[in-house]
């Protein structure tokens, strides 16, 4: 694996009961923040992980029956927070992000797409078929916003599951195989099945933390992963598939508990985001 130096991006935060992330949480609402990681790559540059909340979040909510997403996780976005006024302050412009890597179709993930508009988008074809099967208010609940896929995304998609077939380093036990989506063994997407349809994660070797595990929302804290603490089903009927989503987290508990030295980053863990500062211009 080659060496990517990786840039948290803190995008904003929504409000939300613990006990519906973990089990025998509190029900007083806490702060989930999203987490967007910017990579820089030796050679094709910045790359995007995710892109968190952005204003578009905010627009594609505004009529019913999407406001119920927004009623349901109450968001604050403040000013330049969003991913690519970041990537800006950083000395970054958007046209030059080159790759973002989509871990799962959630409005909380893709909202600033649109602000990358020359970045080949990496995604699971099983996740874009599920979010364009559903009517508006079944993806609502969801957490499906078909409005925030660029006009253009097709053309500029590829494909997770079409990636050439690569092993991963036995530090990612019980992990073992991924997809080598650059073809330089730089990043490697990795399923995480359960969370939804098309979920994955993404494997680099961190010029700063060495081996990091970027695991989006296969768990929402580490937390979780540390005390194998997965969600209610309830919650996990609702976005995808219970039994999936608990083996996922149990072989991410499994991970940590053998590799303590490896880096994992859940895209909403309160313990990630205090490591943040948000860069703005």
């Known amino acids: 694996m080659r060496w990517i130096k990786t840039v948290p991006l803190l995008t904003g935060s929504c409000r939300h009961p613990q006990a519906m992330t973990l089990i025998k949480g509190t029900l007083k609402p806490v702060d989930f923040h999203a987490l967007a990681m910017l990579l820089i790559h030796p050679d094709e540059g ?26 349901a996780t109450p968001v604050d976005l403040p000013e330049g927070a969003d991913a690519a006024s970041q990537c800006r302050a950083l000395g970054y412009k958007p046209e030059d992000v080159k790759h973002i890597i989509v871990s799962h179709f959630h409005g909380d993930h893709i909202a600033g ?38 006009s253009d995304f097709d053309s500029r998609a590829s494909f997770f599951e079409e990636a050439k077939d690569v092993a991963l380093p036995p530090d990612f036990e019980p992990f073992d195989t991924g997809k080598d989506l650059l073809g330089d063994g730089s990043l490697i997407a990795i399923e995480l099945p359960g969370h939804c349809p098309g979920h994955w994660g993404l494997a680099v070797k961190d010029s700063h933390h060495g081996f990091h595990f970027l695991v989006a929302d296969a768990a929402w804290s580490l937390q979780a992963i540390r005390e ?3 969600p209610p089903a309830i919650a996990t009927n609702w976005l995808g598939d219970t039994h999936k989503a608990r083996s996922t987290l149990a072989a991410l508990h499994r991970l940590q508990t053998r590799n303590g030295e490896l880096r994992l980053t859940p895209c909403h863990c309160p313990e990630r985001a205090s490591e943040c500062r948000i860069f703005r211009s």
């Open 228 to 230: 194998n603490r997965p």
């Open 113 to 150: 797409l649109h602000a990358f508009p020359n970045a080949a988008l990496h995604c699971a074809r099983a996740g874009l078929t599920d979010l364009r099967r559903h009517g508006r208010l079944a993806a609502t609940r969801r957490g499906l916003l078909p409005s925030l896929l660029p």
């Open 46 to 71: 910045p790359i995007l992980f995710d892109t968190g909340y952005d204003p578009a979040f905010l627009r594609a909510t505004n009529a019913f029956p999407e406001r119920l997403y927004r009623y």
